[in-house]
């Protein structure tokens, strides 16, 4: 099967920079290159760099494209002003999430010219939402054009209290002028200067899914081993911050898809096919902020009405486990002798040196606080709702 | 590796990877169990040991205690047929000898064998060598 898994353009990379490369919906990633908990440890106290390349960019041009993509997704995005991104929700009919995405209104290339709209959706669903997206009649949008540009290019997420100084060398301080969920197209001043001109630029944004300060960059596939090696070597001259983080600091560390989920977790970021499915709905997610359904029209919204109100609904909480034993997805959490949850995902915490866990509970064990049990494979281990997230960065040199 | 570490080329193993070192004392045989270099190696970020259970009958290929790592929990899996008669306490308190010193300070058990130990089933060196590049594969 190996033969048939996607590679990204940093596939060579990590493959011979000692990648332990694993099948993940379809690609065959990177997921630790070190250990998941120093490249944890990396990116909470210096930077971690990411290959992200997985994730689906399906992007929409022309006059038509917010208009279609109002009738898609949980929030309105016509109104989103070029340099915008926005956190949404694409739900089926009944309100349940078919998947959770990042909205781009990228500025135009032509100074004041039409925005370009893209959808970052997960690697997992990224042709089920294509399949979804020609069933809402997308070919018959007008001024709509669709492209799915996931395979063309490479996507790196820099991450952590250090990421502002690894891209300073690409970008001079261009990208630190990014407010949290903007983004722009950057040119390469230090290339533009060599090379006397320079057509090249990248698409970068202040996002991520670590639940530090950082940026994403999306850059042809043609150039994405040399801004991932450059921003690796403006890290080797770096010093992590030793007030940071609980372990010994590492330094800056290219990280997989381990130390990402360790990561987001602490964040308590919800993950598609863990705490987001075709069978949870919004509002028992947390993710009440996402839909938006005043005088809005798209597939779920009615249900979604009712679902708002719903008093019974399991809802997704955080646990935090007083032994060392490891809760993972879909063991049961258990109260006063009956079955009250379930876990959705479930780690080691570095940052807290102790299990945690995310997953939906009944609403009367759901306060923080409440002592329930996880019973892991049998035997059950003792466990508290705690406020949600596991992990909250210090502010200092925080988002703007 | 402390000086003390047995020499992983003269252990025995099995295929779930745990490694057997025979100490011939003067009543029966006891094999002291751990797991392999490669194992650890594979694992990484160990969180949690529950060792076997002292005096516990064990028959080869029997999940007798689970190691944690922050991605996964992996069983342990006896290599041989007897009885657990000791069990190294100190990972416990230090999982991080396991993944120092996997043949020397962080073994597991010790077990008596019974009469039929189950030794023929396990692989030499040579042939565990061949095993671990198969899979790292």
């Known amino acids: 099967m190996a033969g048939s898994l996607l590679h990204t353009p940093l596939h060579d990379w990590h493959a011979a920079h000692g990648g332990r490369l694993v099948d993940f919906a379809g690609w065959e990633m990177p997921v630790q290159y070190t250990s998941i908990v120093a490249e944890h440890q990396a990116t909470r106290t210096a930077a971690g760099v990411f290959d992200i390349s997985h994730m689906g960019r399906l992007l929409f041009r022309g006059a038509g494209a917010p208009a279609f993509l109002d009738r898609i997704v949980t929030r309105r995005v016509s109104d989103m002003r070029p340099g915008q991104i926005r956190y949404a929700l694409v739900t089926n009919d009944s309100g349940g999430i078919l998947d959770d995405v990042l909205v781009y209104a990228r500025a135009g290339k032509s100074p004041g010219g039409p925005p370009m709209w893209m959808l970052v959706v997960n690697a997992s669903n990224r042709l089920k939402i294509v399949d979804w997206l020609l069933e809402q009649n997308l070919e018959r949008a007008a001024n709509c054009e669709f492209h799915d540009a996931t395979t063309s290019e490479a996507m790196i997420a820099v991450q952590g209290p250090r990421a502002a100084d690894l891209l300073a060398p690409l970008f001079d301080d261009a990208h630190q002028a990014l407010r949290y969920y903007h983004c722009a197209e950057l040119h390469f001043p230090e290339r533009a200067a060599k090379a006397g001109v320079d057509t090249q630029s990248a698409l970068v944004s202040r996002t991520g899914y670590t639940g530090e300060d950082g940026w994403e960059i999306i850059v042809a596939a043609g150039l994405a081993v040399e801004v991932w090696q450059r921003v690796l070597e403006a890290g080797q001259s770096l010093k992590p911050d030793q007030s940071l983080g609980a372990l010994p600091a590492a330094g800056v560390l290219p990280a997989g898809l381990g130390a990402r989920d360790t990561l987001r977790l602490e964040a308590a970021m919800p993950l598609y096919g863990h705490e987001l499915s075709e069978t949870i709905d919004p509002y028992q997610a947390g993710l009440g902020f996402a839909v938006d359904l005043e005088g809005r029209a798209f597939p779920g919204r009615d249900a979604l009405l009712t679902l708002r109100d719903r008093p019974d609904a399991p809802v997704r909480v955080g646990w935090l486990l007083a032994g060392r034993r490891v809760p993972r997805d879909g063991f049961p959490v258990v109260a006063a002798s009956a079955t009250v949850g379930h876990v959705t995902s479930g780690t080691f915490s570095p940052t807290l040196d102790a299990p945690i866990a995310m997953g939906y509970s009944q609403r009367t064990f759901a306060t923080p606080g409440c002592e329930v049990a996880i019973d892991i494979r049998g035997r059950q281990e003792p466990a508290r709702v705690v406020a949600l997230p596991f992990y909250r960065r210090s502010t200092q040199g925080s988002k703007k | ?137």
């Open chain 2, 1 to 137: 590796v402390t000086p003390n570490a047995r020499a992983s080329d003269k252990l025995l193993y099995a295929k779930t990877h745990e490694w057997i070192c025979l100490d011939r004392q003067p009543q029966a045989k006891v094999a002291t169990v751990g797991i392999s270099a490669f194992a650890v190696e594979a694992l990484t970020d160990l969180v949690y040991i529950e060792l076997p259970k002292v005096g516990r009958q064990v028959k080869r290929g029997e999940g007798f205690g689970e190691i944690e790592s922050v991605k996964a929990v992996s069983d342990l899996y006896s290599p041989v047929n007897g009885e657990v008669i000791e069990v190294n306490e100190l990972l416990t308190k230090n999982l991080g000898v396991l993944h120092d010193d996997p043949y020397g300070q962080g073994w597991i058990a010790k077990i008596r064998l019974s009469d039929d130990g189950g030794l023929d089933q396990l692989l030499d060196y040579a042939a565990y060598q061949k095993q671990c590049a198969e899979e790292g594969h």
